[in-house]
């Protein structure tokens, strides 16, 4: 049962097999913006980016954000994006493999969120850039409850890298 306040959710979408009737993974992630908005309210959407592949996958992804608001309490959206990744055609197989659709829920109006099955903020958002420059795009102003840095704040590192520490002198 779900609780009747409403909650946004940061979702992360990405995308590196086209599906029957959508040519590339990103008529994949439209598809799957255009299948979410009918289920919920979409506060924002960030544009659709290319990105490079994380693990074996040598195929690049489709990756974009979303922000939903739904009275679904984390475990039930869960569900709902994990049956919605099945019907795009989303199968079980090796990890960071090549993938129809991957949906994420990576922050929520309710701070932190531990289970068996699903932690909140997303345990490793803070390092990919492929999560963060979108998301930072359509919510820089929200904050990791974690470290308390917004989203600009923490993309901020993929936009200005930090410089190699130089060799130390041979001498």
Not at 103 to 121: E, N, Q, R, V
């Given at each position: 049962?779900?609780?009747?306040?409403?909650?946004?959710?940061?979702?992360?979408?990405?995308?590196?097999?086209?599906?029957?009737?959508?040519?590339?993974?990103?008529?994949?992630?439209?598809?799957?913006?255009?299948?979410?908005?009918?289920?919920?309210?979409l506060?924002?959407?960030?544009?659709?980016?290319?990105?490079?592949?994380?693990?074996?996958?040598?195929?690049?992804?489709?990756?974009?954000?979303?922000?939903?608001?739904?009275?679904?309490?984390?475990?039930?959206l869960?569900?709902?994006?994990?049956?919605?990744?099945?019907q795009?055609?989303?199968?079980?197989?090796q990890?960071?493999?090549?993938?129809?659709?991957?949906?994420?829920?990576?922050?929520?109006?309710?701070?932190?969120?531990?289970?068996?099955?699903?932690?909140?903020?997303?345990?490793?958002?803070?390092?990919?850039?492929?999560?963060?420059?979108?998301?930072?795009?359509?919510?820089?102003?929200?904050?990791?409850?974690?470290?308390?840095?917004?989203?600009?704040?923490?993309?901020?590192?993929?936009?200005?890298?930090?410089?190699?520490?130089?060799?130390?002198?041979?001498?």
């Open positions: 049962m779900s609780n009747q306040t409403p909650h946004r959710y940061l979702i992360a979408l990405g995308s590196n097999r086209r599906k029957l009737g959508m040519v590339t993974p990103q008529r994949v992630i439209q598809g799957c913006l255009q299948a979410l908005a009918r289920d919920f309210p506060d924002a959407i960030s544009p659709v980016r290319p990105s490079d592949p994380l693990g074996p996958s040598r195929r690049r992804y489709a990756n974009a954000a979303a922000i939903l608001t739904t009275p679904l309490d984390p475990p039930r869960l569900a709902e994006l994990k049956a919605m990744e099945r795009f055609g989303r199968r079980r197989g990890r960071w493999g090549e993938r129809v659709l991957d949906l994420d829920i990576i922050l929520w109006s309710g701070g932190t969120y531990h289970s068996k099955h699903l932690t909140i903020p997303h345990i490793s958002f803070r390092a990919r850039a492929f999560v963060l420059k979108p998301a930072a795009q359509i919510a820089p102003a929200w904050r990791d409850p974690v470290t308390n840095r917004t989203l600009r704040q923490l993309a901020s590192r993929f936009l200005h890298p930090k410089p190699l520490d130089p060799e130390p002198h041979p001498f």
